[in-house]
């Protein structure tokens, strides 16, 4: 397809969903599934107008656009999660991303093992790269805002948060065994030690001093100075370099971005405690400093008050990273489109099936056993386990660091297909059924009176 072409395809695409927005958000189709349903219809499955082969020399452009959309929904996760450090949403996000990750990819290396005939590195790669759930395609069962407070949407992104971490060194164990003469044995000590034990510590220690100690050094030399000016750059530059730092010393870069987002919340957290008392200031007890400031108001903007400082900090990393996590995995999903026929088979079909209704769920129900939360609650937990970005840049990491051959386009299908499929089926069923359990939750509240 032409330049000019691809560029009126993408004006209309995203002006039809803007102008449709308020249809959409009430009915039973997402915006994302608009976008892999174009690309299908572009793709060759139905125009052939474009193809996008992911081959090993062609899939570089795919890592650093997963990884920069992952990096970004990472950080503004961790700072929309306005959560005490043992508020009780923690220890639910960690049963997801550890034993209930686990538990997944157990299962899927079994699957590719016994069903498809994979050897166990294969089984490990294909494991990593579909177990992890997505911060960027949850966004309509995550978090909205810090005021929101949905025990529901702090489990999934908390879980999203952290468990693109957690998945991560089964890829590396994959990728070590794919070399000659190289067993599971030989391998596995450095592999606990390297990647998992200092790979996740040393991404959640330097997240969050990084957050932290860099948002508190901006926040009070703008306070300082009484700047209002725009604040994006702070966010970019805290998020790029505690992902760059950890990766530097091979710790986890996304367990490091989304950390270094709680990190900034802390900050923020700190300010709101020391103004409660203030008596001018009432709404600062419960508020979040970001929604106590006029975006609209800026060059009229008081900053008498250090939380204000801070709430113009968070408000302007909030805005600039949705716009720009939404823009790449828009841009994502729509790749996904239309690379989604070439890649389907009946087997990877029949994995994505067995994934997402099945592993899943029993993963999530087994990892919740004790916890109390309601039933209904970890049924739905398990039902939204939507994959997407993560899976897509594990894909690219693979493909990169020696995932090749006849078997590297099995693995590709079935990654892709498990992407589409979750994309479509958990796009359609996630309005419905947060109605559904918002209704319930109201008639329980009416009937407790």
């Given at each position: 397809?032409?330049?000019?072409?691809?560029?009126?395809?993408?004006?209309?695409?995203?002006?039809?969903?803007?102008?449709?927005?308020?249809?959409?958000?009430?009915?039973?189709?997402?915006?994302?599934?608009?976008?892999?349903?174009?690309?299908?219809?572009?793709?060759?499955?139905?125009?052939?107008?474009?193809?996008?082969?992911?081959?090993?020399?062609?899939?570089?452009?795919?890592?650093?656009?997963?990884?920069?959309?992952?990096?970004?929904?990472?950080?503004?996760?961790?700072?929309?999660?306005?959560?005490?450090?043992?508020?009780?949403g923690w220890r639910m996000a960690i049963r997801l991303a550890v034993p209930a990750m686990a538990i997944t990819a157990a299962a899927v290396i079994a699957l590719a093992m016994w069903g498809l005939g994979w050897s166990l590195p294969w089984a490990l790669?294909?494991?990593?790269?579909?177990?992890?759930?997505?911060?960027?395609?949850?966004?309509?069962?995550?978090?909205?805002?810090?005021?929101?407070?949905?025990?529901?949407?702090?489990?999934?992104?908390?879980?999203?948060?952290?468990?693109?971490?957690?998945?991560?060194?089964?890829?590396?164990?994959a990728l070590s065994l794919l070399a000659p003469d190289a067993t599971l044995a030989s391998e596995w000590p450095a592999w606990l030690g390297i990647d998992v034990v200092w790979g996740l510590a040393g991404g959640l220690l330097i997240g969050l001093a990084?957050?932290?100690?860099?948002?508190?050094?901006?926040?009070?030399?703008?306070?300082?100075?009484?700047?209002?000016?725009?604040?994006?750059?702070?966010?970019?530059?805290?998020?790029?370099?505690?992902?760059?730092?950890?990766?530097?010393?091979?710790?986890?870069?996304?367990?490091?971005?989304?950390?270094?987002?709680?990190?900034?919340?802390?900050?923020?957290?700190?300010?709101?405690?020391?103004?409660?008392?203030?008596?001018?200031?009432?709404?600062?007890?419960?508020?979040?400093?970001?929604?106590?400031?006029?975006?609209?108001?800026?060059?009229?903007?008081?900053?008498?008050?250090?939380?204000?400082?801070?709430?113009?900090?968070?408000?302007?990393?909030?805005?600039?990273?949705?716009?720009?996590?939404?823009?790449?995995?828009?841009?994502?999903?729509?790749?996904?489109?239309?690379?989604?026929?070439?890649?389907?088979?009946?087997?990877?079909?029949?994995?994505?099936?067995?994934?997402?209704?099945?592993?899943?769920?029993?993963?999530?129900?087994?990892?919740?056993?004790?916890?109390?939360?309601?039933?209904?609650?970890r049924v739905l937990i398990g039902w939204f386990g939507i994959r997407g970005l993560g899976s897509l840049n594990y894909l690219a990491f693979g493909m990169g660091h020696g995932l090749g051959g006849p078997q590297a386009t099995a693995l590709q299908g079935?990654?892709?297909?498990?992407?589409?499929?979750?994309?479509?089926?958990?796009?359609?069923?996630?309005?419905?059924?947060?109605?559904?359990?918002?209704?319930?939750?109201?008639?329980?509240?009416?009937?407790?009176?």
């Open positions: 397809m032409p330049a000019l072409a691809w560029l009126v395809f993408v004006a209309v695409l995203l002006l039809s969903t803007s102008f449709l927005s308020g249809w959409i958000q009430r009915g039973p189709v997402t915006t994302f599934a608009i976008y892999l349903l174009a690309g299908v219809v572009v793709g060759p499955g139905v125009l052939g107008l474009v193809s996008l082969p992911l081959s090993v020399d062609r899939v570089h452009w795919l890592r650093v656009a997963s990884e920069a959309a992952l990096v970004v929904s990472l950080f503004i996760t961790g700072l929309k999660l306005r959560l005490r450090l043992r508020d009780g790669a294909l494991a990593a790269m579909v177990s992890p759930t997505d911060p960027v395609l949850a966004s309509l069962v995550s978090v909205d805002d810090a005021r929101d407070d949905d025990a529901l949407r702090v489990a999934i992104s908390g879980e999203a948060g952290l468990n693109d971490a957690t998945a991560l060194p089964l890829l590396f164990l990084g957050g932290w100690g860099l948002g508190y050094v901006g926040t009070h030399l703008r306070h300082a100075t009484r700047d209002v000016a725009p604040s994006d750059f702070l966010a970019l530059g805290i998020m790029v370099l505690v992902y760059a730092v950890a990766e530097a010393v091979h710790a986890s870069g996304f367990l490091a971005a989304f950390a270094a987002g709680v990190g900034l919340r802390r900050v923020e957290l700190g300010v709101s405690e020391l103004t409660k008392e203030d008596p001018g200031l009432d709404a600062l007890q419960v508020a979040p400093a970001e929604m106590r400031i006029n975006p609209n108001e800026r060059a009229r903007a008081s900053v008498e008050h250090s939380a204000h400082t801070v709430g113009w900090v968070v408000s302007d990393a909030l805005s600039f990273g949705e716009t720009m996590e939404r823009l790449i995995a828009a841009a994502l999903v729509l790749a996904v489109g239309i690379a989604a026929v070439p890649a389907f088979g009946w087997a990877a079909a029949g994995v994505a099936a067995v994934l997402l209704l099945v592993i899943r769920p029993v993963a999530v129900w087994i990892a919740t056993i004790g916890s109390k939360v309601p039933w209904q609650r079935v990654v892709v297909t498990v992407v589409a499929f979750s994309v479509l089926i958990h796009g359609v069923s996630v309005t419905p059924l947060m109605r559904w359990r918002a209704d319930a939750i109201r008639r329980a509240t009416e009937a407790r009176r």
